[in-house]
Each structure stands twice: as structure tokens, then as C-alpha cells.
């Protein structure tokens, strides 16, 4: 059984000053002497009050803040070499209370990817009213797309297993992270766990870095691009749909004026035939991705399936190996014994 040794609380930071000690503090009483912080470049001290409270840092490659926050949890964990990896913002909104909540599904071997479920206990003022109509459009949106729920897509509290991250291989920059991580555990069949974490209000002297128009919208545009190798119908579709609908409102413009003014529009009509050609074309391209996907994805249950397989016949025969040897070894034993007794 791993224990906390084997834990790694990543903290992405930038400008945290006011709040990355006592997160840290936190941790370091629970026993979780393995905390790394990698900064964005801070100019209020946060990289030196880490280092203080006895974290390790590294400074994020980049300039000023970075390359965001997907790109410093990479680099963390590219630089930790622990097989548990426990991920949180600095900003204080997160208790080290509720880490073993997160790390007992993973150290126990029944998930891979634990979320921290942020509305099961969130604090009053947490969350704005604007911030949290746009995180349940982007669950909504989740559920609506890749077809699964998992609680908080947007959570920042969350413990994954090293070769699980490796596995999802996520590429986005900033925010987007946590949604890209979410969608490639469903793409790739991670076993994924939701439990109640505490949400805390930001303390008042602690500033966001969350835009939230900028950044809701590239969380959205990241679920959809993301849709066209998890849930290409949708992809393909919604756009088929879109151009399809488009077509058929020109079109039925062209024919009532035709209809009741006897005018032409030729170059309508042309525009409305395409755009309901290609329409069509979208939605067959979707459809055929989607078998495709389907036979894909059975192809490689059967593969990962015959890789466990083997791995199971191969500690078999590696536990099993000993044995034999001493099989034999006692055979050889009882000829020898039975041979000298026959001359005796």
C-alpha cells in the first residue's frame, strides 16, 4: 500500500503571496512532505514565501505568467517523479483537509482520476452568481457532448495516478486542463471517482486570475474541439445541422419571393443549395466517424485486455516458477535416495 511518501501536491501558482503559506502549512502537518510549487513568474514574493514554508520550487518556463496553468501542471509533473500526483490552486479556496478524500480511492487501487466535487459543501460567496451559471453551463454542456457526468468538470481539486495523466496526455494551456483532463478520461476509459470536497470563499486580500467571459469561452471551445475524436456525431453533426438550417432559411426566402413577387435571387439560391449540400455531407462524415470511433474503440479493449491478460499469465508463471524448481529439485532427490537404497 502507497502512503503519502508517494504523493505529490502540485500547486500551480502566480501572484499567490497572500494565501500559497498556509496552503502549504496545511499540508506539510497532514505528513505530505513531497509539495512542489511551480510559479508563473509572481512579482509578489509568492516563489520566496513557498520556499519558506518548505516547499520545493521550480519557476515556470516562459514569459510573464507562464504559458498558463496547463502547461505548469505538466512541467510539475514532468519534474516530480512520484507515482500520485495531488493537484490544487494556491488561492486558499481548497482544504489540505480533504486530501485524503481525494488520494483513498487511488491508494486503494479503485480509481485512477479522483475529482473533488466542489458543490457538495461550498462556502457562501465562493462563488459568483455569474461564475456559477457559467460552470453549469460548461457540466451541461460536458454531460451533453461526451455523453458523461463527473460531477464538477471544472473542479481544481483533483489526485490521478502518474501513468493515468501519461495516458490523457492533455495539451492545454490554461484553465482548460481540467476540462481536457475530464474528456480524456472518458476517451480513454480512465476509472474516474467523484467525491465531496469543502469549497472556501478566495480571501478577500487574494486576487483571481480567472477571467471569466475569456476563459468560460475557451473551456467551450476546447469541449468541442476535443468532441472530434471523443464524440465526432456530435462534432460533424452540429455543424451539418448548423449548415443545413442555414440553407433551408435561404432557400425558403428565395421561394416566397418567388412565389409572391416573382422575383429571383439567383445567387441565393445557389448559396442555399450549398450550404444544405454541405450540411448533409457534415452529418454523413459524422455518422460514418462515430462507426469508425465505435469499432476503434472495441479494437482496443480487446488489446488492453490481452496486454492484462498476459501480464496475469506472466506472474503466474513467475510465482509458479519457484515452485516447479522445487519440484524437481525434490525428484531428482528421491531417485538418488531410491538408487542408493537399491544398491544397499
Known amino acids: 500500500m502507497a502512503d503519502r511518501g508517494d504523493v505529490c501536491v502540485l500547486i500551480p501558482t502566480f501572484d499567490e503571496a497572500a494565501t500559497i503559506g498556509g496552503v502549504i502549512d496545511g499540508f506539510i502537518e497532514r505528513g505530505f512532505s513531497n509539495v512542489l510549487v511551480v510559479d508563473g513568474h509572481s ?20 514569459q510573464g505568467k507562464g504559458a498558463g496553468k496547463g502547461q505548469a501542471v505538466r512541467e510539475g509533473i514532468d519534474h516530480s517523479t512520484a507515482p500520485y500526483i495531488l493537484m490544487l490552486d494556491g488561492d486558499g479556496t481548497y ?23 466542489r458543490y457538495a459543501d461550498m462556502a457562501d460567496g ?11 453551463l460548461i457540466n451541461r454542456a460536458f454531460r451533453t457532448v461526451h455523453g458523461r457526468d463527473v460531477g464538477d468538470v471544472l473542479s481544481g481539486y483533483r489526485a490521478f495516478t502518474r501513468e493515468s495523466f501519461e495516458r490523457c496526455r492533455p495539451t492545454a ?5 481540467e476540462t481536457e483532463l475530464a474528456v480524456e478520461c472518458v476517451k480513454h476509459g480512465i476509472a474516474t471517482r467523484v467525491v465531496p470536497i469543502t ?20 473551456i467551450l471551445l476546447t469541449l468541442y474541439r476535443l468532441a472530434k475524436t471523443n464524440n465526432p456525431l456530435f462534432y460533424f453533426g452540429s ?17 416566397v419571393e418567388w412565389l409572391t413577387l416573382r422575383i429571383s435571387h439567383e445567387v441565393l439560391a445557389v448559396a442555399a443549395a450549398f450550404a444544405v449540400i454541405v450540411g448533409v455531407q457534415l452529418v454523413m462524415f459524422g455518422v460514418l466517424s462515430d462507426m469508425i470511433l465505435a469499432i476503434n474503440r472495441e479494437q482496443t479493449r480487446r488489446f ?5 491478460n498476459a501480464r496475469d499469465d506472466s506472474g503466474s508463471v513467475a510465482e509458479n516458477e519457484p515452485r516447479a524448481e522445487r519440484a524437481r529439485v525434490d525428484d531428482r532427490r528421491g531417485r538418488v535416495s531410491g538408487r542408493a537404497g537399491e544398491r544397499d
Open 95 to 117: 482544504r489540505p483537509a480533504d486530501a485524503e478524500a481525494l488520494l483513498d480511492p487511488l491508494l486503494a487501487g479503485e480509481a485512477d482520476h479522483v475529482i473533488g466535487d
Open 126 to 136: 465562493a462563488m459568483t452568481r455569474f461564475n456559477g451559471l457559467g460552470n453549469r
Open 173 to 177: 494551456e490554461g484553465f482548460g486542463i
Open 304 to 308: 488492453e485486455g490481452l496486454v492484462a
Open 239 to 255: 455543424a451539418g445541422a448548423l449548415s443545413g438550417f442555414v440553407g433551408a432559411i435561404l432557400a425558403a426566402y428565395v421561394l
Open 43 to 62: 512579482t509578489d514574493g509568492t516563489r520566496e514565501l513557498a520556499r519558506d514554508h518548505g516547499a520545493h520550487v521550480i519557476e515556470q518556463s516562459g
Open 199 to 218: 469549497y472556501r470563499a478566495r480571501p478577500a486580500e487574494s486576487e483571481t486570475n480567472l477571467r471569466p467571459v475569456r476563459d468560460g469561452a475557451r
